[in-house]
């Protein structure tokens, strides 16, 4: 019933065009940088191009040297899909941007949810939960990683609130699993090669 209900909040963002939407808007626009500080800038954009490098970095480094995959790795490779499923199934524009980029910045994908709150949720979600003592830092790194979307124009705050729940939901779905799992023996498979002489 949870999960329903959140799935039901999660859709009724992008489909409400009312009182809702204009907020969304306006605290949006606040938001958004306004190019009045160079260094704040600069800072904004450079975290939000470097997070999926932190979050992709991190787990693939620490993935090495692990027969078994890492439950923060596959957190930000399994909430790709549905990430991708739902920008084109809503297909929501992207907001008009006031701000003036300094750094490289692309917007080729739909607005709705934000790919990159999704997947530092996905990833924070799963390192809060294997390390309990690393939640704040992680809750932290998730809010700034959020507000640097909006900071740049890049998203609406709903799009950011929705990536949010959905990488929380994929996070604690996945991280279930692995924990399930992980003191199961697993079996490697062994690759027999034939060759006929």
Do not use: C
């Amino acid at each position: 019933m949870k999960i329903l209900s959140i799935f039901l909040l999660y859709s009724s963002i992008s489909f409400t065009q009312n009182k809702m939407t204009q907020i969304d808007q306006s605290l949006s626009s606040f938001l958004e940088g306004k190019n009045n500080s160079p260094s704040l800038d600069i800072a904004m954009e450079s975290f939000a191009l470097a997070t999926p490098f932190i979050e992709f970095g991190f787990s693939g480094f620490d993935q090495i040297g692990h027969d078994k995959l890492r439950p923060h790795l596959a957190t930000a490779m399994i909430v790709q899909l549905p990430i991708i499923i739902s920008k084109y199934a809503f297909k929501r524009s992207r907001p008009e941007r006031q701000y003036n980029p300094r750094l490289w910045n692309t917007r080729f994908t739909p607005s709705f949810p934000s790919g990159h709150a999704a997947t530092t949720a996905a990833w924070a979600t799963s390192l809060a939960l294997a390390s309990p003592k690393n939640s704040s830092i992680m809750i932290g790194y998730t809010l700034l990683s959020g507000y640097s979307q909006i900071y740049v124009g890049n998203h609406y705050a709903s799009d950011v609130l929705a990536g949010w729940m959905l990488g929380w939901i994929t996070g604690r779905y996945i991280y279930s699993i692995y924990e399930t799992h992980q003191n199961k023996p697993i079996r490697t498979p062994l690759l027999k090669i034939s060759i006929p002489l």
